[in-house]
Protein backbone atom coordinates (compact mmCIF):
# COMPACT_ATOMS: atom_id res chain seq x y z
CA UNK A 1 0.00 0.00 0.00
CA UNK A 2 2.99 2.38 0.76
CA UNK A 3 4.72 1.99 -2.67
CA UNK A 4 1.36 2.40 -4.19
CA UNK A 5 0.57 5.30 -2.57
CA UNK A 6 4.59 6.69 -3.28
CA UNK A 7 4.11 5.69 -7.00
CA UNK A 8 0.63 7.50 -7.23
CA UNK A 9 2.61 10.69 -5.82
CA UNK A 10 5.35 10.71 -8.02
CA UNK A 11 2.78 10.40 -11.09
CA UNK A 12 0.92 13.13 -9.83
CA UNK A 13 4.40 15.49 -9.59
CA UNK A 14 4.97 13.64 -13.17
CA UNK A 15 1.48 15.30 -14.55
CA UNK A 16 2.24 18.27 -12.55
CA UNK A 17 5.37 18.99 -14.58
CA UNK A 18 3.98 18.22 -17.76
CA UNK A 19 0.89 20.72 -17.33
CA UNK A 20 3.67 23.83 -16.00
CA UNK A 21 4.96 24.44 -19.51
CA UNK A 22 0.81 24.89 -20.43
CA UNK A 23 -0.40 26.90 -17.73
CA UNK A 24 3.00 29.32 -17.89
CA UNK A 25 1.96 29.72 -21.22
CA UNK A 26 -1.47 30.59 -21.21
CA UNK A 27 -0.66 32.71 -18.11
CA UNK A 28 1.80 35.20 -20.23
CA UNK A 29 -0.45 35.17 -22.76
CA UNK A 30 -3.31 36.41 -20.57
CA UNK A 31 -1.25 38.83 -18.64
CA UNK A 32 0.54 40.35 -21.46
CA UNK A 33 -1.45 39.79 -24.94
CA UNK A 34 -5.00 39.62 -24.23
CA UNK A 35 -5.17 41.68 -20.93
CA UNK A 36 -8.48 41.28 -19.87
CA UNK A 37 -9.51 39.96 -16.32
CA UNK A 38 -10.25 36.43 -15.78
CA UNK A 39 -13.82 35.08 -14.82
CA UNK A 40 -13.91 32.39 -12.39
CA UNK A 41 -10.36 32.34 -11.30
CA UNK A 42 -11.03 30.02 -8.40
CA UNK A 43 -13.09 27.36 -10.37
CA UNK A 44 -9.47 27.26 -13.51
CA UNK A 45 -7.83 26.71 -10.48
CA UNK A 46 -9.82 23.98 -8.90
CA UNK A 47 -10.44 22.72 -12.90
CA UNK A 48 -6.85 22.66 -13.51
CA UNK A 49 -6.08 20.48 -9.78
CA UNK A 50 -8.93 18.12 -10.85
CA UNK A 51 -6.76 17.50 -14.28
CA UNK A 52 -3.49 16.89 -12.61
CA UNK A 53 -4.91 14.79 -10.34
CA UNK A 54 -6.95 12.80 -13.21
CA UNK A 55 -4.12 12.13 -15.25
CA UNK A 56 -2.09 11.01 -11.95
CA UNK A 57 -4.48 8.28 -11.29
CA UNK A 58 -4.83 7.75 -15.33
CA UNK A 59 -1.16 7.08 -15.50
CA UNK A 60 -0.93 5.17 -12.75
CA UNK A 61 -3.79 2.84 -13.89
CA UNK A 62 -2.10 1.89 -16.73
CA UNK A 63 1.24 1.19 -14.98
CA UNK A 64 -0.96 -1.33 -12.91
CA UNK A 65 -3.29 -2.29 -15.27
CA UNK A 66 -3.52 -1.90 -18.66
CA UNK A 67 -0.06 -2.39 -19.49
CA UNK A 68 0.41 -5.95 -17.50
CA UNK A 69 -2.63 -7.11 -19.13
CA UNK A 70 -1.87 -6.66 -22.82
CA UNK A 71 1.70 -7.75 -22.28
CA UNK A 72 0.43 -10.83 -20.10
CA UNK A 73 -2.17 -11.72 -22.87
CA UNK A 74 0.33 -11.41 -25.98
CA UNK A 75 2.69 -13.71 -23.84
CA UNK A 76 0.10 -16.02 -22.90
CA UNK A 77 -1.26 -16.37 -26.84
CA UNK A 78 2.38 -16.54 -27.91
CA UNK A 79 3.53 -19.54 -25.86
CA UNK A 80 0.20 -21.77 -26.55
CA UNK A 81 1.24 -20.37 -30.47
CA UNK A 82 -2.14 -20.01 -31.41
CA UNK A 83 -1.86 -17.44 -34.30
CA UNK A 84 -5.68 -17.42 -34.75
CA UNK A 85 -6.59 -16.40 -31.21
CA UNK A 86 -3.28 -13.84 -31.51
CA UNK A 87 -4.77 -12.47 -34.71
CA UNK A 88 -8.32 -11.84 -32.93
CA UNK A 89 -6.91 -10.44 -29.85
CA UNK A 90 -5.16 -7.76 -32.57
CA UNK A 91 -8.15 -6.49 -34.10
CA UNK A 92 -10.79 -6.85 -31.67
CA UNK A 93 -8.48 -4.74 -29.38
CA UNK A 94 -7.85 -2.25 -32.50
CA UNK A 95 -11.68 -2.18 -33.03
CA UNK A 96 -13.03 -2.16 -29.67
CA UNK A 97 -10.64 1.10 -28.03
CA UNK A 98 -11.31 2.90 -31.70
CA UNK A 99 -15.30 2.78 -32.35
CA UNK A 100 -15.62 4.52 -28.83
CA UNK A 101 -12.94 6.92 -28.82
CA UNK A 102 -13.67 10.53 -27.74
CA UNK A 103 -11.49 11.95 -30.07
CA UNK A 104 -13.07 10.02 -33.19
CA UNK A 105 -16.41 10.51 -32.40
CA UNK A 106 -16.13 14.45 -32.45
CA UNK A 107 -14.25 14.48 -35.82
CA UNK A 108 -17.25 11.92 -37.51
CA UNK A 109 -19.77 14.14 -36.26
CA UNK A 110 -18.45 17.33 -37.72
CA UNK A 111 -16.55 16.04 -41.00
CA UNK A 112 -20.61 14.22 -41.75
CA UNK A 113 -22.06 17.44 -41.29
CA UNK A 114 -19.76 18.81 -44.02
CA UNK A 115 -19.65 16.18 -46.22
CA UNK A 116 -23.46 15.56 -45.91
CA UNK A 117 -24.71 18.96 -47.29
CA UNK A 118 -27.52 20.87 -47.46
CA UNK A 119 -30.90 18.94 -47.10
CA UNK A 120 -34.23 19.08 -45.81
CA UNK A 121 -33.50 18.84 -41.45
CA UNK A 122 -34.99 15.55 -41.11
CA UNK A 123 -32.97 13.96 -43.64
CA UNK A 124 -29.80 16.03 -43.22
CA UNK A 125 -29.67 14.87 -39.52
CA UNK A 126 -30.49 11.09 -40.71
CA UNK A 127 -27.75 11.75 -43.48
CA UNK A 128 -25.23 12.78 -40.75
CA UNK A 129 -25.66 9.98 -38.54
CA UNK A 130 -25.30 7.15 -41.49
CA UNK A 131 -22.24 9.51 -42.67
CA UNK A 132 -20.39 9.67 -39.01
CA UNK A 133 -21.26 5.65 -38.07
CA UNK A 134 -20.11 4.65 -41.26
CA UNK A 135 -16.82 6.69 -40.75
CA UNK A 136 -16.61 5.53 -37.09
CA UNK A 137 -16.85 2.08 -38.58
CA UNK A 138 -14.05 2.64 -41.26
CA UNK A 139 -11.43 4.11 -39.10
CA UNK A 140 -12.33 1.36 -36.33
CA UNK A 141 -12.24 -1.46 -38.81
CA UNK A 142 -8.57 0.54 -40.35
CA UNK A 143 -6.80 0.34 -37.08
CA UNK A 144 -8.12 -3.58 -36.13
CA UNK A 145 -6.52 -3.69 -39.38
CA UNK A 146 -3.28 -2.25 -38.62
CA UNK A 147 -2.61 -4.34 -35.43
CA UNK A 148 -3.46 -7.70 -37.79
CA UNK A 149 -0.63 -6.14 -39.91
CA UNK A 150 1.67 -5.06 -37.27
CA UNK A 151 1.39 -8.42 -35.50
CA UNK A 152 1.95 -10.50 -38.91
CA UNK A 153 4.80 -8.17 -39.05
CA UNK A 154 6.55 -9.32 -35.61
CA UNK A 155 5.93 -12.95 -36.64
CA UNK A 156 7.47 -12.62 -40.02
CA UNK A 157 10.04 -9.66 -39.04
CA UNK A 158 9.23 -7.95 -41.68
CA UNK A 159 11.39 -4.34 -41.80
CA UNK A 160 9.31 -1.97 -40.36
CA UNK A 161 10.37 1.54 -42.23
CA UNK A 162 9.92 -0.30 -45.61
CA UNK A 163 6.39 -0.80 -44.88
CA UNK A 164 5.63 2.36 -43.70
CA UNK A 165 7.64 4.10 -46.31
CA UNK A 166 5.29 1.86 -48.74
CA UNK A 167 2.31 2.89 -47.10
CA UNK A 168 2.63 6.43 -47.10
CA UNK A 169 3.62 6.53 -50.93
CA UNK A 170 0.29 4.86 -51.14
CA UNK A 171 -1.38 7.49 -49.07
CA UNK A 172 -0.07 10.36 -51.51
CA UNK A 173 -1.18 8.07 -54.68
CA UNK A 174 -4.79 7.56 -53.51
CA UNK A 175 -4.80 11.23 -52.05
CA UNK A 176 -4.15 12.38 -56.09
CA UNK A 177 -7.92 10.77 -56.80
CA UNK A 178 -9.69 11.35 -53.33
CA UNK A 179 -12.98 13.48 -53.33
CA UNK A 180 -11.23 16.91 -51.76
CA UNK A 181 -13.23 17.05 -49.25
CA UNK A 182 -12.40 14.07 -47.47
CA UNK A 183 -8.48 14.40 -47.69
CA UNK A 184 -8.34 16.56 -44.53
CA UNK A 185 -10.66 14.38 -42.64
CA UNK A 186 -8.68 11.24 -43.66
CA UNK A 187 -5.77 12.99 -42.77
CA UNK A 188 -6.74 13.88 -39.29
CA UNK A 189 -8.44 10.63 -38.62
CA UNK A 190 -4.98 9.20 -38.63
CA UNK A 191 -4.59 11.50 -35.70
CA UNK A 192 -7.34 10.87 -33.31
CA UNK A 193 -6.83 7.04 -33.13
CA UNK A 194 -3.63 7.46 -31.18
CA UNK A 195 -5.94 8.09 -28.11
CA UNK A 196 -4.82 7.81 -24.36
CA UNK A 197 -6.45 4.02 -23.95
CA UNK A 198 -5.25 2.45 -27.64
CA UNK A 199 -1.58 3.60 -27.50
CA UNK A 200 -0.75 2.03 -24.03
CA UNK A 201 -2.68 -1.28 -24.67
CA UNK A 202 -1.19 -1.62 -28.00
CA UNK A 203 2.61 -0.42 -26.96
CA UNK A 204 2.02 -3.44 -24.32
CA UNK A 205 0.69 -6.13 -27.31
CA UNK A 206 3.49 -5.42 -29.58
CA UNK A 207 6.66 -5.30 -26.52
CA UNK A 208 4.76 -8.54 -24.98
CA UNK A 209 4.64 -10.13 -28.11
CA UNK A 210 8.02 -9.81 -29.31
CA UNK A 211 9.74 -10.49 -25.61
CA UNK A 212 7.66 -13.76 -25.84
CA UNK A 213 9.37 -14.89 -29.31
CA UNK A 214 12.73 -16.16 -29.57
CA UNK A 215 15.34 -13.72 -31.77
CA UNK A 216 13.13 -10.38 -31.36
CA UNK A 217 14.09 -7.69 -29.69
CA UNK A 218 11.28 -5.81 -27.62
CA UNK A 219 12.71 -2.48 -28.30
CA UNK A 220 13.01 -2.69 -31.92
CA UNK A 221 10.60 -5.06 -33.05
CA UNK A 222 7.85 -4.81 -30.07
CA UNK A 223 7.22 -0.61 -31.37
CA UNK A 224 5.61 0.36 -34.49
CA UNK A 225 1.82 -0.56 -33.89
CA UNK A 226 0.97 2.67 -33.40
CA UNK A 227 2.89 3.67 -36.93
CA UNK A 228 -0.06 1.29 -38.54
CA UNK A 229 -2.85 2.71 -36.37
CA UNK A 230 -2.26 6.23 -37.29
CA UNK A 231 -1.33 4.95 -40.99
CA UNK A 232 -3.86 3.25 -42.03
CA UNK A 233 -7.35 4.90 -41.13
CA UNK A 234 -5.68 7.48 -43.78
CA UNK A 235 -5.85 5.00 -46.47
CA UNK A 236 -9.02 3.44 -45.33
CA UNK A 237 -10.93 6.59 -45.13
CA UNK A 238 -9.53 8.03 -48.67
CA UNK A 239 -10.69 5.15 -50.12
CA UNK A 240 -14.38 5.29 -48.62
CA UNK A 241 -14.32 8.73 -49.56
CA UNK A 242 -14.00 7.05 -53.43
CA UNK A 243 -16.56 4.65 -52.41
CA UNK A 244 -19.02 7.38 -51.49
CA UNK A 245 -18.90 9.57 -54.35
CA UNK A 246 -19.38 6.48 -56.45
CA UNK A 247 -22.31 5.77 -54.75
Do not use: C
Not at 1 to 10: E, G, H, R, T
Not at 45 to 55: E, H, T
Not at 142 to 169: E, F, H, T
Amino acid sequence: MKDSLIALSKDALSSLRDLAPIVIVIAIFQIFVIQEPVHGFLSLIFGALLVVAGLAFFIFGLRIALFPIGEEIAHSLARKGSAFWLFTFAFVLGFGTTIAEPALLAVAEEAAKVAVGAGSIENTESAIANYALGLRLVVALSVGAALLLGVLRILKNWPLPLMIIGGYILVVVITTIAPQEIVGIAYDSGGVTTSTVTVPLVTALGVGLASSLKGRNPMTDGFGLIAFASLTPILFVLVYGIITQWI
